[in-house]
């Protein structure tokens, strides 16, 4: 009687056990059917949030580098000129002896130093140089403009016996063109010394 007792009470124990994991079967599949279906939706809006931040930083890095590192041209000019003195004959021989004060700029509109060597600055009348004056090697900060004042003298001693000189020595117009051939190296985010 006892094992009777016994194995009844093992197979309510086990009809138990059985009943509970059956429960658990049918209430899990609702719980995983909630949990794929919200997280899934809102996990793929976040990624495609992720994914478009990353391509804007992306874009916005390339933008900035190609801004920084690529180099441009640094540019020279003879802003003004003002006589300080003049000679000049008309005839027989056309002549002019002149000195002038020059401001000159160098700009450089990169992100880092421009290092340039000694230029020389030629004046020439009607292709033919008339004077010259040689400035000095320096180094432009980047993203500004090094201003520079010169005295040249100038003198028709090459020109000879040109009657375009004349008529322009008798109507008191000289035209002169600048040229110079300026060398010089673009440093850009260097850590190297000052000057």
């Keep these: ?4 007792n016994f194995v009844q009470a093992k197979e309510n124990k086990d009809s138990t056990l059985v009943h509970s994991k059956e429960s658990d079967l049918e209430e899990q599949p609702q719980q995983s059917k909630d949990s794929t ?8 809006r976040k990624d495609l949030a992720k994914l478009v931040a990353s391509l804007v930083v992306v874009a916005l890095t390339i933008v900035f580098l190609v801004l920084v590192f690529t180099p441009k041209h640094p540019k020279f000019k003879v802003r ?10 008309n005839s027989p021989n056309p002549s002019f002896n002149m000195r ?3 401001k000159m700029t160098m700009k450089n509109p990169n992100f880092g130093y421009f290092r340039y060597g000694v230029t020389n600055v030629s004046f020439a009348y009607r292709g033919i140089q008339v004077g010259e004056v040689s400035i000095p090697k320096a ?5 500004s403009t090094r201003k520079m004042n010169a005295s ?3 003198n028709a001693k090459n020109v000879g016996n040109d009657t375009n000189l004349e008529s322009d020595v008798r109507l008191g117009t000289l035209t002169l063109t600048v040229q110079s051939n300026m060398k010089g190296k673009v440093y850009l985010m260097s850590l190297g010394k000052k000057e």
Excluded at 37 to 44: N, Q, V, W
């Design 100 to 102: 002038f004060a020059a």
């Design 1 to 4: 009687m006892a094992e009777t």
């Design 37 to 44: 279906t919200e997280p899934s939706s809102k996990f793929t």
């Design 139 to 143: 180094r432009v900060r980047a993203v």
């Design 152 to 154: 040249i003298n100038l």
């Design 80 to 89: 003004s000129v003002a006589v300080e003195t003049l000679d000049y004959t």
